[in-house]
């Protein structure tokens, strides 16, 4: 059977744009930590995005015993840093209790990848326990 004399030169042309299509929605995509963070029975999800000023990040608070926040630095080409903090809230003011650093390399994917453990935090006279654990993924904006 013979093949048609426009079938050779169109798999190439679909062929790159199929490639140059691919590359645009991995252009397009931008990273995203999710932490799920639980005290007393209940849990809520942080979520940061990427931003190049960590001081306008607020703490978010988790059932007025403590306040969590997370960090991710950097710009659209990588990410430079992320911090995870957790603050003891008191009548006075916040306590910093727990600080976590981690450094490149990260595992980017479009399916959430565990960036820490399930970890938990101690504060306070009667040590309320706050716990949480982070997922890194990679998002269409």
């Not at 007393?40 to 306040?67: C, H, M, N």
């Not at 910093?96 to 960036?115: C, D, G, I, M, R």
Request: include cysteine.
């Amino acid at each position: 059977m013979p093949i048609a004399p426009w079938a050779p030169r169109r798999r190439p042309a679909v062929l790159l744009f199929s490639i140059l299509l691919v590359i645009a929605s991995h252009a397009a995509a931008s990273p995203l930590l999710r932490c799920q963070v639980g005290y007393a029975g209940s849990s809520q999800i942080v979520e940061a995005r990427l931003t190049q000023d960590p001081y306008r990040i607020p703490a978010v608070d988790i059932g007025g015993r403590f306040k969590f926040k997370a960090a991710m630095i950097g710009d659209k080409q990588a990410i430079d840093y992320i911090k995870l903090y957790a603050y003891f809230q008191t009548r006075r003011s916040d306590i910093p209790v727990h600080q976590a650093t981690y450094l490149p390399p990260f595992n980017l994917s479009a399916t959430e990848s565990a960036l820490t453990p399930q970890n938990s935090v101690y504060a306070g006279e009667v040590e309320r326990e706050l716990q949480y654990r982070c997922t890194l993924q990679e998002v269409q904006p």
